[in-house]
């Protein structure tokens, strides 16, 4: 499976963004998905995850009700709608497949390449 995350960029403090991740070459619902953040200096840590049919999502404490994770299988994407953004949410932010329920990142098979977000305060 190959993941392609888009959609980072610069936005100031309260703004929102929506990063996609695009897979390819498997079969998408087979794979339950996640995204994970990666600021400078820190370990990769789970932001939010989808099961494969869609039905069941989490989301890390701090983004809880800020983030929405919704994903398309017709369309092989998993979005991620970010809404009050903060300054620590600044990181480089990576979509992952993975075959078990986990907010573990090694237990996820696949990565995207990662996608900046940049919050200014």
């Known amino acids: 499976v190959q993941l392609q995350a888009s959609g980072g960029g610069l936005v100031q403090a309260g703004g929102s963004l929506r990063l996609s991740c695009a897979a390819s070459?498997?079969?998408?619902?087979?794979?339950?998905m996640g995204w994970f953040r990666q600021a400078p200096g820190k370990e990769r840590e789970f932001v939010s995850r989808i099961d494969w049919k869609g039905g069941t999502t989490s989301y890390e404490s701090s983004v809880k009700d800020r983030f929405t994770i919704t994903r398309d299988n017709a369309k092989n994407t998993v979005d991620l709608q970010m809404n009050s953004l903060k300054p620590e949410d600044t990181a480089v932010y990576y979509c992952?497949?993975?075959?078990?329920?986990?907010?573990?990142?090694?237990?996820?098979?696949?990565w995207g390449q990662g996608t900046l977000v940049t919050v200014s305060s």
């Open positions: 070459g498997g079969i998408f619902r087979n794979w339950d």
């Open positions: 992952g497949a993975s075959r078990v329920w986990s907010i573990v990142s090694s237990d996820y098979d696949f």
